[in-house]
């Protein structure tokens, strides 16, 4: 099974930028979907990002649309968010999930999640 560890969280300064890291460790499959996710301030968990490892195709929430940027180093299992213009409202926990579907941002095609990575924007 593949193990997940978020990393990159911590105090931001709005209109700056923070990078966060997942690194995946474990067994692996093709045709990975790796997705971001975060659990803001009184919203339900929505999706931030996801990367595509078959034709690495990605996709972003509304909210974060030209903001954020997802990225990977496939040879190091490792994904990356890049959070720039960063705003008070994108203060929560961020976490790194896959699945061995194609997906986008549905929660549900989702079975392998990480700890999470606490990220806060000061106002």
């Known amino acids: 099974q593949v193990q997940l560890v978020e990393s990159g969280g911590g105090l931001g300064e709005p209109g700056g930028s923070l990078t966060l890291s997942c690194q995946g460790s474990?067994?692996?499959?093709?045709?990975?979907?790796i997705g971001w996710f975060r659990h803001t301030a009184g919203k339900d968990r929505e999706g931030v990002a996801s990367?595509?490892?078959?034709?690495?195709?990605?996709y972003y929430g509304d909210s974060v649309k030209g903001r954020f940027s997802i990225s990977r180093d496939a040879a190091n299992h490792m994904v990356y968010l890049q959070m720039n213009g960063v705003k008070p409202e994108d203060t929560g926990v961020y976490y790194c999930a896959t699945t061995i579907m194609y997906g986008g941002l549905q929660l549900s095609v989702y079975d392998t999640w990480g700890q999470g990575t606490q990220v806060t924007v000061s106002s």
């Open positions: 474990g067994k692996t499959y093709p045709f990975y979907t």
């Open positions: 990367i595509n490892t078959s034709d690495e195709s990605t």
